[in-house]
């Protein structure tokens, strides 16, 4: 049977210059996401896998088409939000009424203060405020993607096309040296693939990925080839613990 996990020993000591290789070489023995039967789609919670997030990719015949990450939801449930063909919702605006605080702002619409304090940066939240909503706060999607890239002409088409392509999921397993930054280990390792000179998928933005410098919760980062895509030497640098 394919498979599409790929344990992070397995991958770890690859080096960013041969990232694109060996990710399009493992990715013949993953499945086309039309033919991922549940069990293989639930297979890290069939195995007990207590973190069963990392970065994922999306490849056709010849070559990366995308690369993401998940440190929140599983590896399973971020890929189906990737096949999600409704479009989002038109923000909308609301004046803010007495009483209002961000937090019952918030708890109205589903969502996190920190994200409507986001959206309305340098707004004072006062009776009158006019303060922006958005009305869908689901993930975005690989195929709303396409759409906007001129790769597919409707979201229908988009997930028929993202059905033939394979998923890959490159486990990441929290950092034995600092467990508690787990969730920075898995960007770091995603903002290493993106790089030009490693991954560089086809649809993601080339913003930010251009240079050999990129940076993480506050903390500067350096990507050169020879660089080991699990490194964790950073991790011996203060940061969020």
């Known amino acids: ?9 397995e991958w770890r000591n690859i080096q960013l210059k041969d990232s694109w290789d ?11 996401v039309g033919e991922l039967t549940l069990p293989q789609l639930m297979t890290m919670s069939l195995q007990g896998d207590k973190s069963p ?18 440190h929140g939801r599983s590896l399973a449930e971020r ?17 803010a009424q007495p009483g209002d605080t961000w937090e019952s702002i918030a708890r109205d619409r589903g969502a996190t203060p920190t994200k409507i304090k986001k959206l309305n940066k340098g707004v004072e939240l006062k009776p009158g ?8 706060w689901t993930m975005s999607s690989l195929v709303g993607k ?13 997930v028929a096309k993202v059905m033939q392509m394979r998923t890959l999921w490159l486990q990441v397993t929290p950092p034995a040296a600092a467990p508690m930054r787990h969730q920075e280990h898995v960007e770091v390792t995603e903002k290493r693939l993106l ?5 560089h998928p086809k649809l993601n933005s080339e913003r930010g990925n251009r240079g050999a410098r990129f940076g993480v919760e ?10 080991h895509l699990g490194c964790e030497a950073y991790l011996t640098r203060p940061g969020k613990v």
């Open 1 to 9: 049977m394919s498979n599409q996990i790929w344990r992070h020993e």
């Open 22 to 32: 060996a990710i399009m070489e493992r990715s013949w023995s993953a499945p086309r």
């Open 53 to 70: 997030v990392g970065i994922y990719s999306f490849t056709n015949d010849d070559e990366i088409y995308y690369v993401g990450k998940t």
């Open 79 to 95: 890929l189906i939000c990737h096949l999600d063909s409704r479009s989002a919702a038109p923000d909308e605006i609301r004046i």
């Open 129 to 136: 405020a006019r303060i922006r909503l958005t009305a869908n």
């Open 146 to 158: 396409m759409v906007q890239m001129k790769e597919a002409t409707s979201r229908t088409e988009a």
């Open 195 to 199: 790089w030009i000179e490693a991954a």
């Open 218 to 227: 506050g903390i500067p980062h350096d990507r050169h080839p020879d660089l």
